[in-house]
């Protein structure tokens, strides 16, 4: 990774990020959902524009964070739901 670049943590795993990718993006690059719906589907980023809400997962704590309107910053963990 160039000097840009960065790890986060997503769902326990390091991913390596810069400061102009989604959150929602770096949860994708290790395969795994956003969330799962009630149903038990997995749900990923639809819209891309933060409408849709199923890009959701918690973030430093926070849930229910939107992931596609989210970049990627140091240290963050992002734990999907």
Excluded at 36 to 43: Q, V, Y
């Amino acid at each position: 990774m160039d000097s840009n670049g960065f790890t986060i943590k997503v769902n326990g795993c390091e991913v390596q990020a810069t400061a102009e990718m989604s959150v929602a993006a770096a949860i994708m690059t290790i395969g795994s959902p956003c969330r799962t719906s009630i149903h038990g589907e997995p749900r990923g980023p639809l819209c891309g524009m933060g409408i849709c809400m199923e890009c959701r997962a918690t973030v430093n704590g926070q849930k229910h964070q939107r992931t596609c309107q989210l970049t990627c910053r140091p240290e963050m963990e992002v734990v999907t739901e």
